[in-house]
C-alpha cells in the first residue's frame, strides 16, 4: 500500500502551514497588545503552536485509521492464503520451507507447523528430487515461471511408481528477495488418472450422442458406440481416418470446414451443423461441438467431437416454419376480413350516429312542435271562448230577452202561444247553459282569477259532475304569486286530464289533489283509491293523454312520473317542477 505524503509530520511544513493558516485568520489581538510589542508576538506563537498541535493530532489520527485498515486488509489476506483451496507454498534460497497453507500441508502429508525449515525435495519421491533440484535451481538463475509435475514420496506405496502420488508444481522466482513462491495441486497417482480414464470412458460409451477423438494430425483415435449407431461405421473402419470422410461432398459452402478449424484453434471451440451420410448412403444433418485439448505447452494435442442427428427436428422445424408461415396468412387473411369487417362496422355506426343525431333533431323539432301546438291549441281556445262569449253569448242573450219580453206579453192572452213562447225560452237558457259549459271547456273564465281559483272551481266540478269525494290541498298565496302563467296552464290542464281519466278509467271512490311546495320544488300530485294503471297500459300509443301530460311538464323542465303499480291501490301522478327564485 502506497503510503500518503504527510506534511503535518514534517515540523518545517508544519510551521509553514501554521504560519499560513494564522495570516489568513481575521486580525484578532489581546486587548491590551500594544503593535510589535512582545506580548503581541507570544499571542502569535501561541496561535501558531496551537494549529500545529491540532494538525498533529489529525495527522495522528488518520495514521491509527490507516494502520488499522491495514491490519484488517493483512488479516483478510492471510486468512484467505490459509484457507485456500490450492496448496500454497514459499521457499528460501536453499530450498527450505518457509510458509505453507493448510492445503499445502496436507497434500504433503504433515502438520503446517512442521513444515517451517524443512527442505522441500523431502517430500518428493527420491527418484525424483535430483529433477526438483535442478528445476529450482534453474529457476534461481533465469527467474520467471515454470511448471513441473513430480511424485509425492509414500513411505508405504514401496516402489511400485505408478501408485504414488502426483503434484503439479507452478513456481515463480522473486529475485529481489531470493524466494520461491509455488502453487500446488494434486493431479492424483497414474493409477488414479487411468482409473478416471476408465471412468470417463465408461461414461462416453454410456452417452447417446455420438463422440468422436482426433489426434494432433486429425486423425480418429476413438469413437464411442453411439458413433457407430448413427454412422453405420464400425470402430475398426473409423479409427485412423480423417473425419471428413463422413461428410457429404459440395454440401457446405466453399470454406465452411476452414473456418470452423480456425475458430477451434483460435477460441478452442466451435458449434455448428455439418451434413453427413451414413454408411449405407442415406443424408442426414449433424449438431457438432468440437473442443481441443491442449498439453502444458498450449499445444492442441487432442480434437473432441460431440454430434447428434437433428434431421427430424429440422423437419419439424421446417414443418413447423410452414406452418407458422400457413397460419400468418390466415392470420393476415383474417385480420383483412376483420379489418374490413371493422371499416364496415366504423361506417355504419357513422351511419348509425347520423341517424341516431337526426332523429335526436327530428324528437327535438317533434317536441318543440308539440309545445308550439299545445301553446296554440291554448290560445285558439282562449280565443274561441272569447268569440263564443263575445257574439254568441250576446246574442243568446239578447234573444232570451226578447222572447222573454214575448212570454210576459202573451202570459193573459194568448195561452197557447205563451205555453210555446215559455218552450223557446227554456230550450234558450239550455242553450245559454250548454255554451257556457263549452267555453269552461275551452278555458275556464276563473282562470282569469289566478290558479288558486281554477283549481278549487275544477275539483267543485269534479265533484258535482261525477259525485265521487275530492280533497285539494293547497299552499299559502305567496306560493301561487310566483308561478308563471305558462306554469299555471299546465298544471290546471293536467288536473283536467288526471280527473277525466280517474272518472273514465278508475272506478275509484275518493281523489286526492295536492299542490305543495318541498325543498325549493314545486309538487303536484293526483292520486286515487282505484283500480291503478298497468305497466302495459301505459305506453300504449293511444295513451294521448298521459302523453300530452308529460310533454307540457317536460317543456318546462319538469318531472313528471306515474307511481309504482299495485293492483286495487289505485294510482298517483306527480309533477315536480323547479321553484321560481
Avoid at 30 to 36: F, G, V
Avoid at 253 to 269: D, F, I, S
Avoid at 521 to 532: A, T
Amino acid at each position: 500500500m502506497r503510503k500518503r505524503h504527510r506534511p503535518e509530520l514534517d515540523p518545517v511544513q508544519l510551521r509553514q502551514i501554521a504560519e499560513m493558516t494564522v495570516a489568513a485568520l481575521p486580525d484578532v489581538r489581546p486587548p491590551s497588545a500594544a503593535s510589535e510589542s512582545d506580548e503581541l508576538k507570544r499571542w502569535h506563537e501561541l496561535q501558531v503552536s496551537q494549529i500545529e498541535l491540532d494538525m498533529q493530532n489529525t495527522a495522528l489520527v488518520e495514521l491509527q485509521q490507516e494502520r488499522d485498515q491495514a491490519e484488517a486488509g493483512r488479516d483478510r489476506y492471510a486468512a484467505l492464503y490459509d484457507q485456500a483451496p490450492a496448496g500454497y507454498l514459499s521457499l528460501d534460497a536453499d530450498g527450505r520451507i518457509i510458509r505453507a497453507n493448510f492445503a499445502a500441508a496436507e497434500m504433503l502429508g504433515s502438520a503446517r507447523q512442521n513444515l517451517q525449515g524443512k527442505r522441500f525435495e523431502q517430500f518428493v519421491a527420491p527418484q525424483s528430487q535430483a529433477t526438483l533440484r535442478s528445476f529450482l535451481l534453474a529457476l534461481r538463475h533465469n527467474g520467471g515461471r515454470a511448471v513441473l509435475e513430480v511424485p509425492l514420496f509414500d513411505p508405504h506405496a514401496g516402489a511400485a511408481a505408478r501408485s504414488l502420488h502426483r503434484i503439479r508444481i507452478e513456481a515463480n522466482m522473486d529475485m529481489a528477495v531470493s524466494k520461491c513462491r509455488m502453487i500446488l495441486t494434486d493431479i492424483g497417482s497414474d493409477d488414479v488418472r487411468d482409473e478416471a480414464r476408465r471412468r470417463a470412458f465408461q461414461v462416453l460409451d454410456s452417452i447417446n450422442e455420438a463422440v468422436l477423438v482426433c489426434d494432433a494430425l486429425q486423425d480418429i483415435v476413438f469413437v464411442n458406440p453411439a458413433f457407430t449407431t448413427l454412422t453405420g461405421y464400425t470402430v475398426e473402419e473409423a479409427l485412423g481416418r480423417n473425419p471428413r470422410f463422413l461428410g457429404r461432398p459440395g454440401a457446405h459452402p466453399v470454406g465452411y470446414h476452414a473456418e470452423a478449424m480456425r475458430c477451434l484453434r483460435t477460441y478452442g471451440k466451435w458449434q455448428g451443423e455439418v451434413y453427413n451420410r451414413r454408411r449405407e448412403g442415406t443424408p442426414y444433418v449433424a449438431s457438432m461441438s468440437l473442443t481441443v485439448v491442449r498439453d502444458d505447452d498450449g499445444i492442441i494435442s487432442y480434437y473432441i467431437g460431440v454430434f447428434s442427428d437433428i434431421t427430424a427436428r429440422q423437419q419439424a422445424e421446417a414443418a413447423l416454419l410452414k406452418l407458422s408461415r400457413e397460419l400468418d396468412a390466415r392470420v393476415e387473411a383474417r385480420t383483412a376480413e376483420l379489418t374490413e369487417a371493422n371499416r364496415q362496422l366504423m361506417l355504419e355506426v357513422v351511419e348509425r350516429k347520423r341517424a341516431e343525431a337526426a332523429l335526436q333533431e327530428s324528437r327535438e323539432q317533434l317536441r318543440k312542435l308539440a309545445e308550439h301546438l299545445e301553446v296554440v291549441k291554448e290560445e285558439e281556445r282562449t280565443n274561441i271562448a272569447r268569440h263564443i262569449h263575445d257574439e254568441l253569448g250576446q246574442n243568446l242573450l239578447a234573444l232570451r230577452i226578447d222572447i222573454s219580453m214575448l212570454s210576459t206579453r202573451t202570459s193573459e192572452r194568448h195561452a197557447r202561444l205563451h205555453q210555446r213562447v215559455d218552450a223557446v225560452l227554456e230550450n234558450v237558457d239550455t242553450t245559454i247553459s250548454s255554451v257556457r259549459g263549452i267555453m269552461n271547456d275551452l278555458r275556464p273564465a276563473v282562470l282569469d282569477l289566478g290558479l288558486q281559483a281554477a283549481l278549487e272551481w275544477q275539483v267543485g266540478e269534479f265533484r258535482k259532475r261525477s259525485g265521487l269525494a275530492c280533497t285539494l290541498v293547497l299552499p299559502e298565496d305567496a306560493v301561487f304569486a310566483a308561478i308563471a302563467p305558462a306554469m299555471e296552464i299546465v298544471l290546471f290542464r293536467s288536473l283536467q286530464e288526471a280527473l277525466s281519466n280517474v272518472r273514465r278509467h278508475a272506478g275509484a271512490s275518493r281523489v286526492d289533489v295536492r299542490l305543495e311546495r318541498r325543498d325549493e320544488r314545486l309538487r303536484f300530485s293526483v292520486s286515487d283509491n282505484g283500480v291503478g294503471i298497468p305497466p302495459q297500459h301505459r305506453g300504449k300509443s293511444e295513451s294521448f293523454g298521459l302523453i300530452g301530460m308529460a310533454q307540457r311538464v317536460e317543456s318546462l323542465g319538469g318531472r313528471f312520473d306515474i307511481g309504482q303499480y299495485a293492483p286495487g291501490r289505485g294510482c298517483m301522478l306527480t309533477m315536480d317542477f323547479a321553484f321560481p327564485a
